[in-house]
């Protein structure tokens, strides 16, 4: 950790903000297991996608919910980390219920993206093997 990373004060150029952001969203990915597996679902589907020739309506839907479940996860990511940093590791109840919501903020967007992605290839693939 450098100087600039103890930075407690307001960003004062557009580039130290997209700076600390790209570090935010690198130390996500390398420390969230689910976010890691959320991104490889994200290329397997615009992989299939392309295979199923996908309409621009049907890519914005896949790219919304996909997106959708992605900056739950980083919120997610954050109360956890703001918990662990609260409660330093230690049970609390108020810890446990910050947790459980944030895990119910991902599970909605996740069944949002499953049910989106089923209205769209569910057909697709039908036809395709039927
Ligand atoms: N400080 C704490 N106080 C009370 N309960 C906690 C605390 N830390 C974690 N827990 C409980 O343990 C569960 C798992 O915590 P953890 O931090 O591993 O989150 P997770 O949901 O497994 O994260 P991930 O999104 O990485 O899978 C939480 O959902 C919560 O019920």
Known sequence: MDLKDKQTTKNKH??????FAISGLKVAFK????????ICSLIAVC???V???LSL???????????LV????????ALENTVDMVTNYHFHPLGKKVKDIGAGMVLVQAL???????????????????
């Open 14 to 19: 557009f580039s130290y903000s997209l700076d």
């Open 57 to 67: 309506n049907e890519w914005l839907w896949i790219l919304l919910s996909a997106v």
């Open 112 to 130: 949002f993206a499953l049910i989106v992605g089923c209205f769209i290839f569910v057909p697709k693939l039908y036809h395709l093997f039927f």
């Open 31 to 38: 420390e969230e297991r689910n976010l890691r597996f959320h």
């Open 70 to 77: 992605i900056v739950a996860e980083l919120a997610n990511t």
């Open 51 to 53: 295979i199923l020739k």
């Open 47 to 49: 992989l299939l996608g």
